[in-house]
């Protein structure tokens, strides 16, 4: 039997950050004291995030009425298997861009990152996003989403420059949309059950027409679909992360989206088990890997080709989900968790590489690999990892959703192996043209190109005005300055690394390996996880101990 | 096993920090890692040839079927030889290849031997997914291999070219393996020993796999990756061409033959094309002027002449394969080798500039002729052996009729023969083209190389002398592969002289016209330019590859429009689209109750003329308004149905929310610029209508499938009995479902951050000037009489009226908001509504008095108090755990306070103040931000306008 003391720690991973969050407004004078308490307020979260999932693995999910409410009036908060594993997770990955934040933050002099602002408004985020994973409660579902959505208004806005407000407006005005459906959704799932809290849902949703149900099903899914990036909803996504500071972009790509994919896992297990959708789920899977990947190898800056690959991605996990077998969804699951490490340590490194060469853009990058050997090595293993090259992480997560996807044997999902096939092709595809152009080429051959570009783009600026994207934009001026005057300019930007955002970004992409070393266990963990979220009753039987006989 | 994978990684690891203390002199003790792998292989030996080699088994990822099996079978113990000990050789002979100073001897190093243990581990798995691990670790460390030298961007290119050919098989291949595996096992014993039913899904699965061979073993369509990979450094090339990388392919067909080979479609693969790329290989190479480059087309050739012969299937060809297998790997490690000595002494690799260097590199000539000789199949060295075994094989499957009619089987024989007449030839070419004495050519000048440099291939030249001797006795430690095989009579050993056969008769025709093909390379090499390439490879891939980049653009072009509107547009669709049209298709009719009482038609009229008037409206101001209408008919629609505290709520709300918005359109054009009648905003229009129509349908089909009573139902009872109070509302908010107050209020803290963010930017503390620092700014007249802030306004905005009602209200709003926050529990109200309250009290005085005024009103900063909020919500949410309950428990308190007597306290208010306190700071940041911020900002633009025109006139 677990300790009678666990439940109360499940709301800690939000409450801590708040706590922090107030000290460190209380404290506004002191960076010091501040990113002090960041620090220990996160780590408290990662250390109770692992008793979390210890417990919820030994002893079945951890359930807490908040209030001591009796079943069901007031919130439950719920850890099990997945939210314990998706907050672990989570809350490594966020510890970890703190201290890339904070290395950032000290080597800069020009508040790129102004600590009095980043710092609550980060833990704020991190509330958020540990809110959501522990919600047992629709209502409260969408109260995680608005933490961590207004304090991403102010991340993605930080600094307050012309193109970070233009893209934070994409990313603002979507997220506001979404949120609002949310609300339809929740208000028509309150109308046709009379209840938000989902254990309660997951009974009640089977008693009502199914025609209603799945209104409302499609409702949530849209929902949480943008929240995902999943296509055709998922152009917002690389049209606004690019241009944050990067560790407000490397926590947004890792994490944000995952909160989406969670969501859906949870909603078509525990609340539309019957309702797998599987046809619809497993085109929108597809469409969103192929037009993803084919987005990121059009691409010529660094963070786009990682924001496309980011919505690519999000089609595997899709597809595991879409197969609604329990080998399908702990490949869904292996796969957030890989992913959510691997795209953050990308734009961690592609944050390094924009403060070491002061451009992310491959036309103008060159001699990385020359220059910072260090960076090289972290960026070629991030970017195999994430091309699902063995045996990393990355590998085994896709190897996961193949089997499960060769099992269920149907002809969508044969077609779904080999576009998850030709995805992982054109991502290496993608990541090796990055590598050859910024890290192999040499630095005078990168300064000649960017000549012949600008001089290119000075005389057909409307022939590809697509591609005149923000970032391109950024760029625009500097090679407009390189054109007309000294074309050294190219590396008068360049900054030295920071021990403590090399040391960060390192460990973010030894995480991958972690993985790949831990595979064994991790899948049975979330073999197990899977299983819980097919069968509904740990669940179920946790949250409402009385009420599910009736 | 696994520990001799584990020692390769190790010293790849540390590699760069051998490298870094003894520079080229790592090299010798980097072979020792292969070389003991060698060793190991040499010593288990008797006991693989006895068929009980060892065998290792170690848990990975179970769930996956991901095990690290190894296991020595004959077939793996020759290749594993073959990888350890040429690779041993090869890192030995860096020694002498690189130089001291090389700056990236760090990388290649350790890239080379992560590399040699990646082939290691290829050939010793018998799990197929780790197979394919390894498998796809030789292509990426030869990827790195290959770009060992990225500056031109002839190697980069090259380097990618390997990459995606071999990785697009090896993703061909990945597919059947898991067909395979999820559908029978991982296990390649298990797979060999109990083959599979042979249904579509297994045919295609192995066919992939094919696929996966031939790519990487640069079969015809993939070959033109291997001569672009010769940009690698020489030791490298040896090695990729004659041990590792290219051979996997050879080993996977040589591995799954047995008991695969008469599926249909295997022979086409291996057989067909493996013959034709003989002959494509062989044709290219003897055109060749560069020598690598020669000897490059000339593995494409060996490559499609042994993945042929290892195809077949039968006892016969089994022996041969590994014979060939043997051969090639020994001589061509020599040329390319000799090719690197050569290069490194002289400087060049062109035929036509090379002359002399066999007689001023007697002992290097000495060897690599030897190899050549081995290559052109001439006795008795070890190539002649294999390839008089591999000629009998085929002859014996033609003759057997196990390639089809017989036709088919003499084609092959034909096309065999014709390999080995180019074969023949090219290595005439190569060995004159090496170290003859050219007439008409001047000596190349030749530096003398270290001894040691020539001795890994003196050794290995010797090897193929001695191997070709010893025939008897390698086929001996062959057999038991051939004996593994099921079909085809057990073959002849190995041997030098079998007497007048057919396969002899052959040989000697093909070294003939060989011979006498490469007399006549002149009139060849004319002819050939006359021939066009049949099957030019690499400009498919280009074309491939210009295809996939113009499509991207193109896809990306469409859907990534860079255009908010289009965006929203697309997620409404889908919104309308699926849960929309399903809610109207499916949903069913609902009778509807349109109103309770007439007002809420009114009511509901009015809201609906503000919202259609909006789109028409073109003044900012007016448009905030009208939506604002909408909001205070919705607190009408809570007061009609008996819902004050919404209502209030609602209206402060509203209220805050258009004098947010007032402030903030000072700094906006007072009209909107689009176009009125657009057709764009037809079709908004028409989506708008759309998804109106969706969320109706939506809430009218829900709200009918109602069977259960809501929760709710309790609430009025549970609030008074366990939560104390009189007020649901109130009760709802800061103890039931306190837990979304909690996070609501967390994103007021977000919100109000954000404001100051976009305002001040760099600081979240603003400096504040009170109005008795102030100065009154001439034209006004001494201190102000209502407020201490009027004298800091401009006079022609003050009023004094304004001034006098704000003295009047403000104390009196401050108390309202007290109040509304300490009835709250039991009365309308709370600590929500209670901020605001006092939040437009502040609003108030910033409007009458300006900005110093508000900063006299409240001299304090607004972070602090959303901060000390902040920790009043989070610290009365923890306290109860102090007193052993749980998170956000409420309880009653009795105090005895002596000036008011007993006072009864629900816990709960405390968290209502710590609400109370957010709200009041998030409105004083708004006010700061949005009045003091942008006036600030007004002023000094004016500032600036002012000196400008300033300096103007003086000019």
Not at chain 1, 384 to 400: D, R, Y
Not at chain 2, 462 to 482: D, F, K, Q, R, T
Not at chain 2, 678 to 691: D, N
Not at chain 2, 774 to 785: N, Y
Request: charged content about 10%.
């Amino acid at each position: 039997m677990t300790a009678s003391w666990i439940p109360n720690l499940v709301p800690f991973p939000v409450l801590l950050p708040l706590l922090g969050a107030a000290l460190t407004l209380a404290f506004r004078r002191s960076p010091h004291l501040q990113r002090a308490i960041s620090i220990s307020a996160l780590t408290g979260v990662v250390a109770v995030a692992a008793l979390l999932v210890v417990e919820a693995d030994s002893h079945g999910p951890q359930v807490l009425w908040v209030g001591a409410w009796r079943e069901p009036l007031g919130i439950a908060l719920v850890a099990d298997r997945l939210s314990s594993l998706m907050l672990l997770v989570s809350s490594i990955v966020t510890l970890l861009v703190l201290i890339f934040a904070i290395g950032q933050g000290q080597a800069n002099d020009d508040d790129e990152t102004p600590v009095s602002i980043f710092h609550p408004t980060y833990l704020v985020l991190t509330a958020g996003v540990a809110n959501a994973f522990l919600a047992g409660d629709l209502f409260n579902l969408f109260v995680g989403f608005e933490i961590l959505l207004f304090a991403s208004y102010v991340l993605i806005t930080l600094g307050g420059t012309v193109l970070r407000i233009r893209s934070g407006t994409t990313y603002v005005v979507v997220s506001l949309l979404s949120s609002s459906l949310f609300l339809v959704a929740i208000a028509g799932v309150y109308a046709a059950t009379g209840t938000v809290n989902l254990a309660q849902l997951s009974i009640r949703l089977a008693g009502i027409n199914p025609a209603v149900a799945l209104v409302l099903q499609l409702t949530l899914l849209t929902v949480f679909c943008i929240k995902a990036a999943v296509f055709p909803m998922s152009a917002w996504l690389p049209d606004s992360y690019p241009t944050a500071p990067a560790p407000v972009t490397a926590v947004f790509a890792g994490l944000l989206t995952k909160i989406g994919v969670y969501a859906i896992i949870r909603m078509q297990t525990l609340l539309f088990p019957q309702s797998p959708l599987q046809t619809l789920l497993l085109s929108a899977a597809l469409l969103t890997m192929i037009i993803g990947i084919l987005g990121a190898v059009s691409q010529t800056g660094l963070k786009r080709i990682l924001s496309f690959t980011l919505v690519s991605h999000i089609g595997y996990m899709l597809f595991g989900i879409a197969l609604a077998t329990t080998h399908g969804m702990a490949g869904a699951i292996f796969y957030v968790v890989h992913h959510i490490t691997v795209q953050t340590a990308l734009f961690l490194i592609s944050g390094l590489v924009e403060r070491f060469a002061g451009t992310t853009s491959l036309d103008r990058l060159g001699g990385l690999a020359a220059a910072a050997p260090v960076l090289s090595i972290l960026f070629f293993v991030a970017a195999m990892n994430l091309s699902g090259i063995p045996p990393m992480s990355g590998f085994l997560a896709k190897i996961g959703l193949l089997q499960a996807g060769v099992e269920v044997g149907t002809p969508l999902a044969w077609v779904l192996v080999v576009a998850a096939i030709v995805t992982s092709l054109l991502t290496l595809y993608a990541l090796a043209k990055v590598w050859s152009q910024a890290f192999w080429r040499s630095q005078g051959e990168a300064r000649a190109a960017a000549i012949a570009t600008a001089r290119v783009d000075d005389e057909d600026d409307d022939a590809y005005d697509f591609e005149l994207t923000l970032e391109a934009e950024m760029e625009a001026a500097q090679q407009a300055a390189l054109v007309g005057g000294t074309p050294v300019a190219v590396a008068t930007r360049q900054r030295p690394l920071s021990r403590m955002m090399k040391g960060a970004t390192a460990a973010m992409t030894a995480t991958g390996l972690v993985i790949m070393l831990a595979a064994g266990p991790l899948f049975a963990f979330t073999q197990r996880a899977a299983n819980d979220l097919m069968a509904r009753d740990p669940y179920v039987t946790s949250v409402l101990p009385q009420a599910v006989r009736h | 096993m696994a520990y001799l994978l584990l020692l390769h990684l190790i010293a790849a690891v540390a590699a760069p920090g051998l490298v870094k203390v003894l520079r080229t002199k790592a090299f010798p003790v980097l072979a020792l890692v292969p070389g003991i792998a060698f060793g190991w292989l040499l010593f288990v030996g008797a006991d693989v040839r006895a068929g009980h080699g060892p065998a290792e088994h170690t848990m990975w990822v179970p769930g996956l079927g991901l095990d690290l099996d190894f296991r020595v079978t004959t077939l793996s113990w020759v290749l594993g030889l073959l990888v350890s000990g040429v690779g041993a050789l090869v890192l030995l002979y860096c020694t002498w290849y690189f130089d001291d100073d090389d700056p990236s001897l760090w990388r290649f190093t350790s890239v080379f031997t992560a590399f040699a243990g990646a082939m290691l581990g290829l050939v010793l798995t018998d799990n197929l997914l780790i197979l394919y691990v390894f498998w796809e670790l030789t292509t990426v460390f030869s990827y790195l291999l290959i770009g060992h030298n990225p500056a031109s961007s002839t190697n980069r290119r090259a380097a990618m070219q390997s990459l995606i050919v071999t990785t697009v098989g090896g993703l061909a291949m990945l597919i059947g393996v898991i067909a395979l595996g999820v559908r029978h096992s991982y296990s390649i014993s298990v797979l060999l020993a109990d083959p599979p039913p042979l249904d579509s899904i297994t045919i295609a699965g192995i066919l992939l796999l094919l696929i996966g061979a031939l790519s990487k073993s640069a079969l015809v369509p993939f070959h033109f990756w291997l001569p672009g990979a010769m940009a690698a450094p020489t030791p490298v090339s040896a090695y990729l061409h004659a041990a590792a990388m290219v051979k996997a392919g050879v080993y996977l067909v040589a591995l799954f033959a047995p008991a695969y080979a008469s599926m249909p479609g295997w022979q086409v693969m291996t057989l067909g094309l493996g013959l034709f790329t003989m002959l494509v290989g062989g044709w290219h190479a003897i055109r060749q002027h560069d020598i690598k480059l020669l000897l490059a087309y000339g593995t494409v050739s060996q490559l499609g002449f042994m993945i042929a012969i290892a195809g077949l299937g039968t006892k016969t060809a089994a022996l041969a394969a590994l014979a060939l297998i043997i051969s090639h790997g020994l001589f061509k490690s020599t040329l390319f080798l000799t090719v690197g000595v050569i290069d490194k002494s002289t400087g060049t690799r062109d035929v036509r500039e090379l002359s002399g260097v066999g007689r001023a590199l007697l002992p290097l000539a000495i060897p690599a002729t030897l190899a050549g000789l081995s290559m052109a199949g001439i006795v008795p060295l070890a190539g002649f052996v294999a390839k008089e075994s591999a000629m009998d094989a085929l002859a014996k499957a033609a003759e057997g009729g196990g390639l089809g009619p017989a036709a088919y089987g003499w084609v092959a024989v034909v096309a065999l023969v014709a390999g080995s007449v180019l074969t023949v030839a090219y290595t005439a070419r190569f060995l004159w083209g090496a170290f003859a004495t050219k007439p008409g050519v001047a000596r190349t000048a030749v530096t003398m190389p270290h001894p040691g440099f020539i001795a890994v291939p003196v050794l290995l030249g010797v090897g193929c002398l001695l191997v070709g001797v010893l025939a008897p006795l390698e086929s001996e430690w062959l057999m038991p592969y051939a004996a593994s095989v099921p079909t085809g009579e057990t073959p002849a050993s190995l041997a030098l002289w079998h007497g007048l056969t057919l396969p002899l008769l052959l040989s000697t025709l093909a070294i003939a016209v060989g011979v006498g093909l490469f007399a006549i390379r002149d009139l060849v090499g004319r002819a050939q330019s006359f021939v066009p390439p049949l099957i030019d490879g690499e400009r498919g891939y280009v074309r491939a590859l210009r295809g996939l980049e113009r499509g991207a653009v193109g896809t990306t072009a469409l859907t990534q429009r860079g255009s908010l509107p289009i965006y929203l547009a697309a997620i409404l669709l889908v919104f309308i689209a699926l849960p929309g049209v399903t809610a109207l298709a499916r949903g069913g009719v609902q009778t509807v109750r349109l109103w309770d009482t007439p007002a809420q038609a009114v009511v509901g009229v009015i809201m609906l003329a503000a919202a259609v008037l909006v789109l028409f409206t073109r003044r900012r101001l007016t448009s905030v308004m009208l939506v604002g209408a909408t909001g205070y008919g919705l607190s009408m629609l809570f007061i009609l149905h008996g819902a004050p505290d919404l209502a209030i709520t609602q209206m402060l709300v509203e209220t805050v929310a258009l004098v947010v918005m007032v402030l903030t359109l000072r700094r906006l054009p007072t009209k909107f610029t689009r176009h009125p009648h657009s057709p764009a905003r037809t079709w908004r229009i028409g989506l708008g209508v759309a998804t109106g129509v969706s969320v109706a349908a939506i809430a009218l089909v829900s709200a009918g499938a109602r069977r259960r009573l809501p929760v709710s139902a309790d609430f009025p009872a549970e609030a008074y009995s366990f939560g104390h109070g009189q007020n649901v509302v109130n009760v709802t908010l800061v103890d039931i479902r306190a837990w979304d107050t909690l996070g609501e209020v967390s994103v007021l803290v977000a919100a109000a951050t954000g404001i100051a963010s976009l305002i001040f930017v760099r600081t979240r503390s603003t400096r504040l000037a009170p109005a008795r620092a102030q100065q009154p700014p001439s034209g006004t007249s001494g201190r102000g009489r209502w407020l201490l802030g009027g004298h800091t306004v401009r006079k022609e905005k003050r009023s004094v009226i304004f001034e006098v009602v704000t003295r009047l209200i403000f104390h009196i709003m401050i108390a309202v908001s007290l109040y509304l926050l300490f009835s709250g529990h039991n009365e309308p109200g709370g600590g929500f509504a209670g901020g605001l309250v006092a939040g437009l009290a502040l609003v108030v005085r910033y409007l009458a008095g300006g900005r110093h005024e508000l900063d006299e009103a409240a001299p304090f900063d607004a972070g602090l108090v959303v901060g000390l909020g902040l920790l009043v919500v989070t610290l009365s949410a923890l306290a109860p755990l102090a007193f052993g309950g749980t998170i956000l428990e409420s309880t009653v308190l009795d105090l005895a306070l002596p000036p008011w007597g007993e006072v009864h306290i629900v816990t709960s208010v405390f968290f209502d103040v710590g609400v109370y306190l957010i709200v009041v700071g998030m409105m004083l940041d708004a006010v700061r931000s949005l009045g003091t911020g942008i006036d600030r900002q007004t002023e000094q633009e004016q500032g600036d306008e002012q000196t400008r025109q300033h300096e103007g006139t003086t000019r």
